[in-house]
């Protein structure tokens, strides 16, 4: 296994929208360990391939307290959505930066697991956010998108400061 870089904000690779994973073979689960090697070690609770540059649609999620139910979803898509909940989100893509999200509050999702079985999840709270995060990340979007173009530009202003001052 090995640590992928994660392209930070606001990188145009970020805006590539994922394609659908066709067959899930060897190179597809080396991604999925990579993935979530680099999730855990950043430390974050979900990452969408497009932050590593692979522009497939594959996510790794692990809302846990004990950091050990790790969630691959590929091909994932929400079905349903319910109720809304507002919540505040960061991003391995902009780090440092966490803002309150409008988001559905419930979502059940359609997915393959990593053997190829289709599955669903019905989630609430933090692992609907989660989710919605990162499919967002698939379709090419992130989260500070859903903020208003003024706060856009502070964020964008801000990591641009940040990577002056560490260059």
Do not use: W
């Not at 990188?11 to 999730?39: G, H, N, Q, Y």
């Not at 430390?43 to 139910?69: F, M, N, W, Y």
């Not at 803002?99 to 999840?121: C, F, K, N, S």
């Amino acid at each position: 296994m090995s640590l992928l870089p994660i392209l930070r904000f606001p990188d145009p690779r970020l805006r590539k929208v994922a394609a659908p994973v066709d067959r899930i073979d060897e190179s597809i689960r080396r991604l999925v360990r990579d993935m979530a090697e680099t999730m855990y070690e950043a430390p974050g609770i979900g990452l969408a391939a497009t932050q590593v540059d692979v522009h497939k649609r594959v996510i790794v999620i692990d809302v846990s307290e004990t950091r050990d139910q790790l969630l691959t979803l590929i091909n994932p898509e929400i079905v349903e959505r319910d109720g809304v909940q507002v919540c505040e989100e960061g991003c391995l893509s902009v780090p440092g930066i966490y803002e309150r999200v409008e988001r559905a509050e419930r979502v059940i999702a359609r997915y393959l697991d990593p053997d190829g079985v289709q599955r669903t999840v019905d989630a609430s709270g933090l692992l609907a956010v989660c989710l919605q995060h990162e499919i967002d990340h698939l379709e090419g979007r992130v989260f500070v998108e859903h903020l208003s173009q003024l706060k856009q530009m502070r964020i964008r202003n801000k990591l641009a400061k940040q990577a002056r001052i560490t260059a």
